[in-house]
């Protein structure tokens, strides 16, 4: 999108220099990768890097509303309500897809959002692996509201550990050594200190919570959490001694609850240009007379499970707990990535930090993920290449 940079980029690239990128990924941090990292950074010119920031402080103005707690108190399912909640969200992240309004501009468009961490160790890595083997213009970063990868590390290295020894704070996650985000797990020990721990692996004394490390039992003290209560509901079987919902002597760096309150469920309240319209299934006495452009979300999974694309009265009219979906209007993605052989479509999403005591969240970099498919997931780019996950590099 910034043709200069664009140009340099391909010109510079080859299949055998992406197949020594992975490589080199590999070798750093053997057996850690498995999602598909894109052959390319996306450039986001200027004009599209301030409408990004538009958009998301449209949205962050929402959540600091004094009734947003009130408003999305029923985001919250009984049976997976954590104590302690604090105050705000330390992680919210953002997805826009990349789309062209009627001006002929590019502009963002509301996707989904989360009050959850995302790949924020493996975001400071990738920039430095693309610029190690292409050419990168130095009028680009990955960075936003940050200076720098050092102001970048330095920020969430506070936010994450606070005053703590790195060894009292774990990074909880259900079997990590198993999950495709493992890359970022690895990389958050390696930047951080911070452990990546399984919750059966948890002990529980009272309101302590410990874990083993290196034949020793550790107090845990604070808990970077990157479980979510939908990945555990498919292991009814699993007994561990700390339960989430337990009341512990524990500080959450993420706390649970907010990936609930600011989520699918938090897109009805956004009144924003850069926000497609959407609507509580239940609260809705009639459908849209263009239906063919909306999209069906249910508002508690993970990872676009269950959403469907086309739907039709009848199929809404079936659908028995309607207070769990929302209707939201579709948004064209407008391909804008020039590949070897065509454009592709791309999403970026905004990673914000908010410290406890901050009035404001801080926007320090983001992600981005390129399609070919009808939706970005994966199961839509099987078997295509210029696809995947990336890092969004903004014009200074």
Same mark, same amino acid.
């Given at each position: 999108?910034?043709?200069?940079?664009?140009?340099?980029?391909?010109?510079?690239?080859?299949?055998?220099?992406?197949?020594?990128?992975?490589?080199?990924?590999?070798?750093?941090?053997?057996?850690?990768?498995?999602?598909?990292?894109?052959?390319?950074?996306?450039?986001?010119?200027? /004009?599209?890097?301030? !409408? #990004? =920031?538009? *958009?998301?402080?449209?949205?962050?103005? +929402? @959540?600091?509303?004094?009734? $947003?707690?009130?408003?999305?108190?029923?985001?919250?399912?009984?049976?997976?309500?954590?104590?302690?909640?604090?105050?705000?969200?330390?992680?919210?992240?953002?997805?826009?897809?990349?789309?062209?309004?009627?001006?002929?501009?590019?502009?963002?468009?509301?996707?989904?959002?989360?009050?959850?961490?995302?790949?924020?160790?493996?975001?400071?890595?990738?920039?430095?692996?693309?610029?190690?083997?292409?050419?990168?213009?130095?009028?680009?970063?990955?960075?936003?509201?940050?200076?720098?990868?050092?102001?970048?590390? /330095?920020?969430?290295? !506070? #936010? =994450?550990? *606070?005053?703590?020894?790195?060894?009292? +704070? @774990?990074?909880?996650?259900? $079997?990590?050594?198993?999950?495709?985000?493992?890359?970022?797990?690895?990389?958050?020990?390696?930047?951080?200190?911070?452990?990546?721990?399984?919750?059966?692996?948890?002990?529980?004394?009272?309101?302590?919570?410990?874990?083993?490390?290196?034949?020793?039992?550790?107090?845990?003290?604070?808990?970077?959490?990157?479980?979510?209560?939908?990945?555990?509901?498919?292991?009814?079987?699993?007994?561990?001694?700390?339960?989430?919902?337990?009341?512990?002597?524990?500080?959450?760096?993420?706390?649970?609850?907010?990936?609930?309150?600011?989520?699918?469920?938090?897109?009805?309240?956004?009144?924003?240009?850069?926000?497609?319209?959407?609507?509580?299934?239940?609260?809705?006495?009639?459908?849209?007379?263009?239906?063919?452009?909306?999209?069906?979300?249910?508002?508690?999974?993970?990872?676009?499970?269950?959403?469907?694309?086309?739907?039709?009265?009848?199929?809404?009219?079936?659908?028995?707990?309607?207070?769990?979906?929302?209707?939201?209007?579709?948004?064209?993605?407008?391909?804008?990535?020039?590949?070897?052989?065509?454009?592709?479509?791309?999403?970026?999403?905004?990673?914000?930090?908010?410290?406890?005591?901050?009035?404001?969240?801080?926007?320090?970099?983001?992600?981005?993920?390129?399609?070919?498919?009808?939706?970005?997931?994966?199961?839509?780019?099987?078997?295509?290449?210029?696809?995947?996950?990336?890092?969004?590099?903004?014009?200074?």
């Amino acid at each position: 999108m910034i043709p200069a940079a664009r140009h340099l980029f391909n010109a510079a690239f080859t299949p055998e220099s992406y197949q020594r990128m992975l490589a080199d990924i590999n070798q750093q941090l053997p057996g850690q990768l498995d999602f598909r990292v894109a052959e390319t950074p996306i450039f986001v010119p200027a /004009a599209l890097r301030d !409408k #990004l =920031i538009a *958009a998301g402080q449209d949205i962050i103005e +929402v @959540i600091q509303r004094p009734d $947003f707690k009130q408003r999305t108190e029923a985001a919250i399912p009984a049976s997976q309500r954590v104590p302690n909640e604090d105050e705000h969200a330390e992680f919210l992240t953002f997805d826009f897809a990349v789309c062209r309004n009627a001006a002929g501009e590019l502009e963002p468009q509301l996707i989904e959002m989360q009050g959850f961490p995302s790949l924020y160790a493996f975001q400071a890595y990738l920039p430095e692996v693309f610029k190690a083997h292409y050419p990168i213009p130095d009028n680009v970063s990955a960075f936003l509201e940050v200076e720098d990868a050092a102001a970048y590390h /330095a920020n969430l290295k !506070k #936010l =994450i550990l *606070a005053d703590e020894n790195p060894e009292n +704070v @774990i990074l909880l996650e259900l $079997f990590p050594e198993q999950q495709k985000t493992r890359v970022d797990f690895a990389l958050t020990e390696k930047y951080w200190g911070i452990k990546a721990v399984s919750l059966p692996d948890v002990r529980k004394r009272g309101r302590e919570l410990f874990y083993e490390k290196d034949g020793r039992e550790i107090r845990i003290k604070r808990i970077y959490n990157r479980i979510i209560f939908d990945e555990l509901a498919r292991y009814p079987d699993l007994h561990p001694e700390f339960k989430l919902t337990d009341d512990v002597d524990v500080t959450w760096v993420g706390h649970p609850n907010w990936f609930f309150r600011i989520s699918k469920y938090t897109l009805p309240l956004i009144n924003s240009p850069f926000a497609p319209p959407s609507y509580y299934l239940h609260e809705l006495t009639t459908y849209p007379p263009d239906l063919e452009n909306y999209v069906l979300k249910p508002l508690f999974s993970f990872a676009g499970a269950g959403v469907r694309l086309h739907v039709t009265a009848a199929d809404l009219d079936a659908i028995p707990d309607k207070q769990h979906y929302l209707l939201q209007r579709k948004v064209d993605y407008e391909p804008v990535v020039q590949s070897p052989d065509g454009l592709v479509k791309c999403e970026i999403r905004l990673l914000y930090t908010w410290p406890p005591a901050e009035p404001q969240p801080t926007l320090v970099a983001g992600l981005a993920r390129l399609s070919r498919g009808e939706m970005i997931g994966v199961d839509f780019n099987k078997n295509k290449d210029w696809v995947g996950g990336t890092t969004p590099l903004f014009e200074k």
